[in-house]
Structures are given as C-alpha cells and as structure tokens.
C-alpha cells in the first residue's frame, strides 16, 4: 500500500517517535522530507531549563536537544565533527534556537 | 552562449546514470549515524592496508656528562588491513504488479531503487556496529568497529578485547562479558582513557535504550536533581529520537541515538566513542545499480551491489563501553 500526501509518498515511518520521511519525484528530481513531530521535545526543554535554572554546568550537562535531521541539515554534525566549536556554540547560543537548548547558560 | 537547436541535454535524457550512492548518502543521514559521520573514500584492492606509527610514551631523560652514545632499537610502524565486503539487494517484480500498482514503470523501479539503496546503506551501518570479525577469502568480510578498539574500553566481567592481529592481518571478536547497567562511571573511564591516548571523542553512538540512559547522568549531584515530565499516554517520547549536546569534563559531545544498533541485543550492547577524523569508509565499488541484470520471464529485475570495508586509521581514536544492557533495563 502507498500512504500519500499530495504528490508525496510516504517512504519511511518510525512508529516510535512519529518521524516520518515522504518522497516525490517531479520527474526530473526526487525530493524528500522528513516530518519531525517536536511539540514534545519543544515542551521537554522547555521543562528542563526551567528546571536547571540558576544551575552551574555540572559534570555531564546536557545543553541541547534537537531533531537528529535539524543537527545534520544545519551543518551542526559536521561542524562539530571538524572541531568547529565556534560555529557551532553561536548556533546554540543564538535566541532563535532557543527551543532546542535545555540548559540556559552561555556556551 | 545560446545552445543550438535542438541539443540534447542531460536536464532531457532519461535514462542517465545517476550516482546512486551520493542520493542515498543525501537521505536521511540519521538513520545510519556512523556511516555518515565517518569520511567515504576510495580502494583500489579488496585489501587495503595503511599503517600506523606512535611515539615512545614519555620518560625520564638524565644524561652523565661524558656519556657514550647507545642506540635503541626502532620499533616499525604497525601494518593493519581489512577486506572489503560484497554488499547486495535485489528486487523482482512481475510485469503485471509493474503496471498495476501505477502508471510509468519507471517510477516504480526508480522508488524500489531508491528504497534499496538506503536499506544497503543500513546494512553497511549494521556491519559496522555488529561485532564480527574479518575474514579473508572470497566470501570476504570487513571487520567491525567493536573487534578493533582495544585501548579505550570498559567491558563486563570476563569480557576480554579483540583487536587488530599482526600475524594473521584479521582482526578477533571480543568475547563477551557479563551484561551491566550503562553508567556514568564507565562513561567517564572510557572518556579518560581516550583523553589520556589522545583520542577526541566526539560523538558517541547508542542504542535508543542507552541513550534514555544517558540522559539520567544529568540529574549529578552538581546539579539539583529534577525529574522528567512523563510523557501522557499516546505521546511520543521524544527523548530517544534526538541528537543531545552534553557539556562534560572532556569536551563537548553529541550523542546519537542508533536505530540500527536497536536490531538485536548484540549491537545493542556497545556504545561507541568516535573521533571521526580516525574512522573511514572505503569503497572499491560504490553502491550502485546492476544494469545488466538479464531478463528472464514476465519480471523486472534489479539488483543494487556495493563493496566496500572500514578503514581504523588508529584504534586509538575510537572507544567502546561493551556489554550493556542495550535494550531494556535487563537485556
């Protein structure tokens, strides 16, 4: 069976978290997509920087957390793999992607 | 410059090769975490060898005034190597179910392609994280991340390391140890140990259940201790399916969760530590579509087929927390 969405076919679905990756070929290209469920993910960090709040950086402090297609296509992956730590803390420390952050303090 | 009339160009052929191994490395490259974080390249024999050198460890360096010269004798650079393995899919479908299911054939193969091609791309992810051994021959094999990591580990009871054997030029499965509870503790000594042997990890690799884990090491007694919503019934946890950035005392690092060290309890029960700048993947023939395929019958046939092996530039670099429990709290 084909589950479509428009012109999209649905290539790949993850029971367990939502994400779901649809295909569409215009015939002269195939594009993708991946639909991330992340409205619990936004509330979860949400819950966890109030919840450090006024905290100092422990020993393991987890900073962020985001769709595993948002670090790869933002080049976060990839810049964190060559060492490029600047880009990848102003990434971070950038109020836009506050949503993804879990812990408050300036990296 | 206009273009004459009438030029074919690529934008209108049809039936052009496409690279199928750089479309399926664009897709989703969540689903196979290692393999798209290491660096691809190229062999030229289904026996690449490379070879690694170190320094002497540091030591005491006093002299007597006068003293006559001696020599010590120089230790050679270590010769590794790993075979290539024969990855393959195929499809047949009848010429019937061709026209059936949709119009245009071509689309239909187009899509099984594609779909295949990221199905092999998870077997290479598999291969890399499952813990067999190379083996030569002609039904070759490339051994696997686990059986070469011998410096930064942390094992159950009786576990003892494989490794990258000079005399036979294979590497040796680990043997398994007593299965435990993922810890901060063993973190934190695979983390030393690879800081004191000069590794970077950067990313660590782990099974969805490891990574739940992980995220307790947070709750440290540094920190005040707080408690995660429980999801309500019918939420998606969202916790196992996320790439974390944690501050700790080596550095930064990224944890990914690997579905495809999900599959058994014998991938699930390692958590790797990679510096990716001493892993990469070779390939000798990229994945790619066998077109010469014979047709036979009232079918369409299709078989995608890639080789290729894991190249450790320096074992050194990698790390292992072995024999956790990967799935569940007792599994």
Not at chain 2, 39 to 46: A, D, N, P, R, S
Request: proline share 3%; aromatic share 10%; charged share 25%.
């Amino acid at each position: 069976m084909i589950v479509r969405d428009g012109d999209w076919k649905l290539f790949d679905y993850d029971f367990h978290t939502g994400r779901s990756v649809w295909v569409m070929d215009d015939g002269d290209r195939t594009h993708w997509r991946t639909d991330y469920p992340v409205e619990n993910l936004v509330r979860q960090n949400q819950f966890t920087r109030h919840a450090t709040a006024g905290n100092a950086f422990g020993e393991w402090t987890k900073v962020a957390s985001m769709p595993l297609n948002l670090a790869h296509s933002e080049n976060l992956v990839r810049a964190h793999s060559e060492g490029d730590d600047r880009y990848v803390k102003r990434w971070l420390n950038n109020g836009d992607n506050r949503a993804w952050r879990s812990f408050e303090g300036h990296l | 410059m206009a273009v004459l009339t009438n030029t074919f160009q690529t934008t209108q052929a049809v039936g052009n090769r496409e690279e199928l191994s750089d479309v399926v490395s664009r897709i989703t490259p969540e689903d196979t975490p290692i393999y798209s974080l290491i660096e691809k390249g190229k062999c030229t024999t289904y026996h690449p060898e490379w070879e690694t050198d170190e320094l002497a460890a540091p030591g005491a360096n006093i002299r007597e005034e006068g003293e006559e010269y001696a020599f010590g004798a120089i230790t050679p650079p270590m010769r590794l190597g790993n075979y290539t393995q024969i990855m393959r899919k195929d499809w047949i479908i009848s010429a019937t179910q061709e026209v059936t299911a949709e119009a245009g054939n071509v689309q239909k193969r187009k899509y099984q392609k594609l779909k295949k091609g990221v199905e092999i791309r998870k077997d290479v992810e598999f291969a890399i994280v499952d813990t067999n051994a190379t083996v030569a021959g002609s039904t070759r094999e490339f051994g696997s991340l686990s059986t070469w990591t011998i410096s930064n580990v942390s094992r159950g009871a009786g576990g003892a390391n494989g490794g990258f054997n000079v005399g036979t030029g294979l590497t040796v499965a680990p043997t398994e140890g007593t299965q435990r509870p993922f810890t901060k503790a063993i973190l934190d000594a695979v983390m030393q140990q690879g800081y004191q042997n000069g590794a970077n990890f950067r990313h660590v690799s782990v099974s969805p259940y490891v990574k739940s884990v992980f995220v307790t090491f947070m709750s440290d007694s540094n920190v005040a201790p707080f408690r995660y919503a429980v999801s309500q019934s019918g939420e998606r946890n969202t916790i196992v399916a996320t790439a974390d950035y944690y501050e700790g005392p080596f550095g930064t690092v990224m944890i990914h969760p690997n579905r495809v060290q999900a599959v058994n309890a014998g991938v699930a029960r390692n958590a790797f530590f990679i510096d990716s700048d001493m892993l990469s993947f070779l390939w000798l023939r990229q994945i790619q579509e066998d077109r010469d395929v014979a047709k036979t019958g009232d079918a369409d046939k299709g078989v995608i087929i890639g080789e290729g092996t894991l190249k450790v530039h320096n074992e050194r670099g990698l790390g292992v927390a072995a024999d956790l429990f990967g799935l569940s709290s007792a599994s």
